[in-house]
């Protein structure tokens, strides 16, 4: 069993900065990508930002310049470290896996349950 977690959201100001993690746990072979999305309430999904297993990183134009994408595969875990906060990024934030759970399986998503994060002065 395959688990995601992310932590580090919370309340900051506007122009604060943040770092959220994703973190996998269970059995885990091999993490592929990675992704970071984001929703506001009765609004679409949106990706964020994506890394692959090689370390191949794209942000949305949104954050380019703002938000950075890593990952720690030692510790199975990715990262968004986030800058420069705007209101507009005030959003629960989630994190996407694509992860084989043995070397001979299929590669399936996993997802959080999503981090709240709420800039507001």
């Known amino acids: 069993q395959v688990q995601l977690v992310e932590s580090g959201g919370g309340l900051v100001q506007p122009g604060g900065s943040l770092r959220l993690s994703c973190a996998a746990s269970?059995?885990?072979?091999?993490?592929?990508?990675m992704y970071w999305y984001r929703q506001i309430p009765g609004k679409e999904r949106d990706l964020v930002a994506s890394?692959?297993?090689?370390?191949?990183?794209i942000t949305a134009d949104s954050v380019k310049g703002r938000f950075t994408i890593s990952r720690d595969d030692a510790r199975n875990t990715m990262y968004l470290q986030m800058s420069s906060l705007k209101p507009e990024d005030t959003a629960v934030y989630f994190c996407k896996a694509v992860i084989k759970w043995a070397y001979w399986a299929r590669p399936e998503d996993y997802w959080g349950q999503g981090t709240q994060v709420i800039v507001s002065s």
């Open positions: 890394i692959t297993r090689d370390g191949d990183t």
């Open positions: 269970g059995t885990i072979a091999r993490v592929n990508d």
